[in-house]
């Protein structure tokens, strides 16, 4: 059991992590003591360091603060971090208390009232979306996101309020999201992903419908309708969403004025009527539905909702525009799944008719390449052109013949071709096109930048 009260030092092994960061952050606000290791020094953790919290990037334990104690410290780590890790190995035979991030994140929220935002993909900006959502519309929420929000240029947000709605992200990897009991919950997607660790699809579903039977008692359960596999819960009162087909809550008469999207949302015995979406994207317009459906069943007041909507700015890398002109957009995403990529690529396309689209994508994760590349390539092919830059491993060690090549020799597209990241820029600067557009969730973003400076200073 965590004594979160009486824990003066917090620890965190691999703090520079999104979610181990909204942690930090949120300890730190509270009063405690924050440090932390991580391999890489970025803007988060540079950010992180100006609030107060004491980082390292050097895996060492002379580097640990002395102050940190077994008796006053909690070391909360996050599953990236291997076993063999000196500085855990250190903790661990001192018998400091260790837990994992998701076991902290549960506690947290233990006992309160909280929406859980799960799925392979959509998590973030549906938990942004609902906090927004809610926070416009006079609810008390805070949140703990898996993004840098633009409307709270942060990834924690704080409300302290007794009555205070938790929205949070239930991560399904590692099986992180059954730490989690809350009391409202949607499901985004559960495509297959992250079979390292479930080894089939089947038993990553069997997760998806453990984590909604974790719901409350008389709670809320809010499926996408086109996930096959998920079961109604007993006890729970169960919903569904779509843009594509008509569920308990779908958007209808999709069009696009000026850039904005315009829909109807049609709830059960409510319509409200041409909603507006600054915020580009098909996908963000199904994403607004889900995070519309809990604001509303959350107590939000319909007037108020339609209007928080067009306040909506958007999440770093989720179909983020990072520049444009009259001549030329550059939009970077996190998409690093076929199911992601495809609804990507098709919003870009839907937004920009008759432009020349350049795709630079970083596949994540050895295992995701072996097991999807027949997907990877089938999405990919949906651009005018592909730059594929070699896999980022993340966690993993190599794994033999598994690489970017064999993705693209599974392309139908002949406008393609294999780079290395730290070649892309000048790649990117030889080729010719309307839009371009950046995907993966490894470092490929660390080419936005140098891409907005450059273009910045093209003659068009």
Known sequence: MIDFNNIQNIYFLGVGGIGMSALARYASFQGKTVAGYDLTETQLTRQLESEGITIHYKEDINQLPG????????????????????ELRYFAGKGYQIIKRSELLGFLTLGKKCIAVAGTHGKTSVSVMTTLLLKQSGINAGAFLGGISRNFNSNMVLDDSPDSIIVVEADEFDRSFLQLHPTMAVITSA???????YGKHEKMLEAYNQFASQVSENGIVLFKKEIMGLNPQPGRKCYTYSIKEAADFYARHIRIFDGAYHFDFIAPGMIISNVCMEYPGRVNVENMVA???????????PVLLKKSVREYKGVERRFDIRFKNNNLVFIDDYAHHPNELKPTIMSVKELYPGKKVLGVFQPHLYTRTRDF??????SLDLLDEIILLDIYPAREVPIPGINSEMILKKMINNNKSLCPLDNALNEIKKREFDVLLTMGAGNIDSLAEPLCEYFSKQKF
């Open 291 to 301: 995070a519309m459906a809990l604001a509303l069943m959350a107590g939000a007041d």
């Open 373 to 378: 590349a027949d997907g990877f390539a089938e």
């Open 191 to 197: 495509d297959a992903d992250h079979l390292d660790i």
């Open 67 to 86: 102050h940190f104690t077994r008796d006053n410290t909690l070391v909360v780590r996050t599953p990236a971090v291997p076993a063999s890790h000196s």
